[in-house]
Nanobody, 112 residues
Framework: QVQLVESGGGLVQPGGSLILSCTAS????????MGWYRQAPGNEREMVAR???????YYKDSVKGRFTVSRDNAKNMLYLQMNALKSEDTAVYYC??????WGQGTQVTVSS
């Protein structure tokens, strides 16, 4: 069955970096657009970054220039490189295979 498992979250100071990984199983990501979403306490889940099957990318305005989404079809994995992290990036980050296959999420906390 389709399964998505995120990893790489943690506590980081403002200005720091993290790389999130999403390990997919039960399907080949090469055939799907994929996405990263996040949800902060009290907020709705929001799109952070998307990547198409051809590698085209789209980002939420507030993360442009700081975050980079990538995919490794051979490893069946999705990544999110996050640089220059801010406190407002604190959230649970989720991997999505549209329309509705979600991972369990990984917590990212940006705090000094």
């Amino acid at each position: 069955q389709v399964q998505l498992v995120e990893s790489g979250g943690g506590l980081v100071q403002p200005g720091g970096s993290l790389i999130l990984s999403c390990t997919a199983s039960g399907f080949k990501i090469s055939g799907y657009d994929m996405g990263w979403y996040r949800q902060a306490p009290g907020n709705e889940r929001e799109m952070v970054a998307r990547i198409s099957t051809l590698g085209g990318t789209y980002y939420k305005d507030s993360v442009k220039g700081r975050f980079t989404v990538s995919r490794d079809n051979a490893k069946n994995m999705l990544y999110l490189q996050m640089n220059a992290l801010k406190s407002e990036d604190t959230a649970v980050y989720y991997c999505l295979r549209p329309p509705n296959y979600w991972g369990q999420g990984t917590q990212v906390t940006v705090s000094s």
